[in-house]
């Protein structure tokens, strides 16, 4: 009788661990359409600072603020949904699902350091802005060495596929582990978890987590942030090309 019931919520814990997994992917599809509506009114505030419509472009300010701050809120509930699949338990009682997933949002929420103002997709959407006319040069309250530290800053974890040794930005399929957020080419880390005895541990130098072939997925939001990274590669390019040319002119002036 003991073990019918250990089965029985064996296996309601294995539904409601699936049924978290689901909507917390739906989820994370939400924050991508999120993600590519900011890099949206980032390129055009950039186009209206050109036009020098400063005006407009702190009124997308303010809209992108209240945005990011709903993207942050988004996140931290896909997070939490799937930390109530993972740590689920049928008790002898009702489980409060809701009170469950409040207080794992909760304890994300205060877990996390980035304050709205200050959040990474704001400064990107201001350098960005600043960057029409004054590239190269700091904003104020910031120094050079911010500028580089800013400008390269990426959410993702590697930048280089450890078994393929090509850059993310290049991979044909990307995929990312749902444990250690880590980044492969999809037919090389298939071909590794397959050909591993035991338990395949992720090839990134000093990660402990065991991968699983189910769990190494593109992720909606991956795609996203690839081509960001792309975008910041290019504007990095550009960047050095204007350097060059100008160290050329002043050469030539000497």
Known sequence: MASTSASRHGGAAGR????ATTLSAESQSLVAEIRKALHMMMDIAV???KDNESAKVKDLENAVAELVEAYENCATYAAAIESVGNIYQPGAELTDFKKLLEDEFEKLKSSSSSASQNHQLIRKFREAVWNVHHSGQPMP???QEDIIMTSTQSSLLNVVCPLSGKPVTELAE???SVLCKHIYEKKAIMLYISSERGQPKCPIAGCPR???AEKVVCDPLLVVEIEE???ISRQTARANVVEDFTELDEEEDN
């Open 229 to 231: 990274m792309r975008c």
């Open 47 to 49: 186009d209206l600072e």
């Open 16 to 19: 409601i661990k699936n049924a």
């Open 141 to 143: 309250g910031e120094e």
């Open 174 to 176: 990307p995929v990312r």
């Open 210 to 212: 065991i991968l699983q």
